[in-house]
T-cell receptor, first 115, second 115 residues
């Protein structure tokens, strides 16, 4: 069964606007961590933000914030004030204690920022 | 420069050939893993290791072997290449084998084509 679901294969966003990337996850483990990675066209994987299952507040890192809705098993990434350099593939990933701390990825969402 | 080094960056193989993808990290990370990335499927775990001398299978291990004789190195061997193994391969490492919030550091990837 798919552990991480990203339902938006591709999105367009206007420069300076905000964009929300959806991510839902499936786990029965109370101990897990959620990650978002960015992959630009050059191919490298860049860590953006982390949210732990026991964290009380939503994570933020600069223009990135994570909208964590634990009951809905949702961990959406919000990018504020989009820039042309934000055009990339974005992956949601989860690490579970019960799964030997392996990192499982979703299929990814391609974001294209328009000038 | 500290990080995860993968070689080669590009490789073309003929069906039936064998080869080894090299991965080395200089951060003294215990956890190392190999992923393959295919369009629309995100990153899928091939094999992983929680320390020298310990390896285990991931989601898609068939056709691949690994070993971990040192903390620094985690080579991936393709035993008899098949066109289905055409993919981009990433090596990743993490400081924490039992800590959820430790992120992964990724290598720059190896683009493998099997003809």
């Amino acid at each position: 069964a798919q552990k991480i679901t990203q339902t938006q294969p591709g999105m367009f966003v206007q420069e300076k606007e905000a964009v929300t990337l959806d991510c839902t996850y499936d786990t029965s483990d109370p101990s897990y961590g959620l990650f978002w990675y960015k992959q630009p066209s050059s191919g490298e994987m860049i860590f953006l933000i982390y949210q732990g299952s026991y964290d009380q507040q939503n994570a933020t890192e600069g223009r990135y914030s994570l909208n964590f809705q634990k009951a809905r098993k949702s961990a959406n990434l919000v990018i504020s004030a989009s820039q042309l350099g934000d055009s990339a593939m974005y992956f949601c990933a989860m690490r579970e204690k019960s799964n030997d701390y392996k990192l499982s990825f979703g299929a990814g969402t391609t974001v294209t920022v328009r000038a | 420069n500290a990080g995860v080094t993968q070689t080669p960056k590009f490789q073309v193989l003929k069906t039936g050939q064998s080869m080894t993808l090299q991965c080395a990290q200089d951060m003294n990370h215990e956890y190392m893993s190999w992923y393959r990335q295919d369009p629309g499927m995100g990153l899928r775990l091939i094999h992983y290791s929680v320390g020298a001398g310990i390896t285990d299978q991931g989601e898609v291990p068939n056709g691949y072997n690994v070993s971990r004789s040192t903390t620094e190195d985690f080579p991936l061997r393709l035993l008899s290449a098949a066109p289905s193994q055409t993919s981009v391969y990433f090596c990743a490492s993490s400081a924490g084998t039992s800590l959820l919030h430790y992120g992964y550091t990724f290598g720059s990837g190896t683009r493998l084509t099997v003809v």
